[in-house]
């Protein structure tokens, strides 16, 4: 099977950048997926990027994607405490319909 | 437009028992995926239906079973409830083999 990994807890402060990584391992994911999961939520998407891409950005959020290294990354800028929650990122199975992946997901401390 | 609902938010049943659960996808999509979510296991598929067919299934034992309605309404059913059966469950919904948009989940409760 394909795993996504991510590391645990992030932590930062107010108004500094996050970075929170990701592994992949299926190289024919045609995108790549990034949610966010606030407490006692369901799953909101942030962004997506198709595999051709490079770096996508869309106001303070920035995906890179490295494709060679199965590597993708979300950095957010100019962190508010707001964006505290839960991150996930995930690739979908387009092989076996629509089911997608889910790393371990990355929860995002902000501090005042 | 309307998002994903699922109905209800929030359920306790004992060892035993048997469930539903309900999803409302958005108006247009024909796919929708469950997921159960604990904080063991992660985030895991269940299985996916299009236009009334299950088109794909996850590793889940034959308790966990679904359907689909002709107006895309799924619904889930889990029977002979144990323990490690109490998880968020997500429902998603989609244009095939596009971005998946998640409902608010279903916390189930097993006593």
């Known amino acids: 099977g394909e795993d996504v990994e991510q590391s645990l807890f992030l932590s930062v402060r107010e108004g500094d950048s996050s970075v929170i990584n990701c592994t992949y391992t299926d190289s024919s994911s045609t995108y790549l997926y990034w949610y966010k999961q606030e407490p006692g939520a369901g799953l909101q998407l942030l962004t997506y990027i198709f595999s051709n891409m490079d770096m996508k950005q869309d106001q303070r959020l920035t995906v890179l994607l490295n494709k060679k290294d199965k590597h993708l990354s979300l950095r957010i800028a100019d962190t508010q405490t707001g964006d505290s929650a839960i991150y996930f990122c995930?690739?979908?199975?387009?092989?076996?319909?629509?089911?997608?992946?889910f790393g371990g997901g990355t929860r995002l401390m902000v501090k005042p | 437009k309307a998002g994903v609902t699922q109905t209800p938010r929030y359920l306790i049943k004992t060892r035993g028992q048997q469930v539903t659960l309900s999803c409302s996808p958005i108006s247009g999509h024909r796919s929708v995926s469950w997921y159960q979510q604990t904080p063991g296991q992660g985030l895991q598929f269940l299985f996916e239906y299009f236009s009334e067919t299950q088109r794909n299934k996850g590793n889940f034992p034959g308790r966990f079973s679904g359907r689909q309605f002709s107006n895309s309404r799924s619904e889930m059913n889990v029977s002979t409830l144990e323990l490690g059966d109490s998880a968020l469950y997500l429902c998603a919904s989609s244009l095939p083999n596009n971005e998946q948009f998640f409902g608010p989940g279903t916390r189930l409760t097993v006593l």
């Open positions: 995930a690739e979908p199975l387009i092989s076996l319909g629509n089911m997608l992946t």
